[in-house]
């Protein structure tokens, strides 16, 4: 599960998808199941203002990696502050078994659950004029420790812009939905990244005007 493969996700997803299919309209989409259109890109930047004038950080959380990596290239490139969001009780192996509906994050997804995190707000958070906020999807949707994240800080006066990485599905309505459990904040379209698309990453960052 450490090193979730496209291949084998898609295996898993397979089956997923047969029930999401059974879900109702309005049921956030791509719950499993992967999106062979994906990434979806989008235009981040490109009609809108630049995201912040002041400091930038580079809020992540990366349960096996893909995302630290993304985040780093952020990072290097922008020369921003990084915070890597982490839960208290760190995520096992078996603890990531989206196979299994009893394992930790299966149990979190079904009472959709807030995973506690080691430290909620970043040192010098209000400092910060902009965030870029990282974060694996689960699911379709960002993973719980971002959700955590999101409705345990204060936005109000910040711009957000989300990424995320994915085996195959895109970015979907995650970031909207992290922008709703915040309740405040300049929340802008985010962009999914395949693990390890750190030029991408750049380029990216480049068009945000930060
Ligand atoms: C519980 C769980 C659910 C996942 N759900 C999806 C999904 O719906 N779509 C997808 O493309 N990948 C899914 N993945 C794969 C991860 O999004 C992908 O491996 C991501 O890059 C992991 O980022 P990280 O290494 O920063 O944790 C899932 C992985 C886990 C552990």
Sequence with gaps: MANLTRRNFLAVAAAA??????GCAGEPEAEGAPQKDAPQGNEAGADAAPAGAGATLVAYFSATGNTAGIAQA?????????????????????????????????????????????QVTPDGWGDYDTVLLGYPIWWGDAAGPAKTFAEGNDFDGKTVVPFCTSASSGIGRSG???AE????????????????AADEAA????????
């Design 74 to 118: 952020l990072v290097d490139h922008l020369g921003a502050d990084a915070f890597r969001i982490e839960v208290a009780e760190p995520y096992t192996d078996d603890d990531l078994d989206y196979n299994d509906g009893g394992s930790r994050v299966g149990v979190e997804r079904a009472e959709d659950g807030r995973p506690e995190l080691a």
């Design 181 to 196: 459990l915040a309740g405040a904040g300049d929340w802008r379209e985010g962009e999914r990244f395949s693990a390890g």
């Design 176 to 178: 909207e939905r992290l």
């Design 203 to 210: 380029n990216w960052a480049d068009g945000l005007g930060l």
């Design 17 to 22: 998808a047969a029930m999401t299919l059974a």
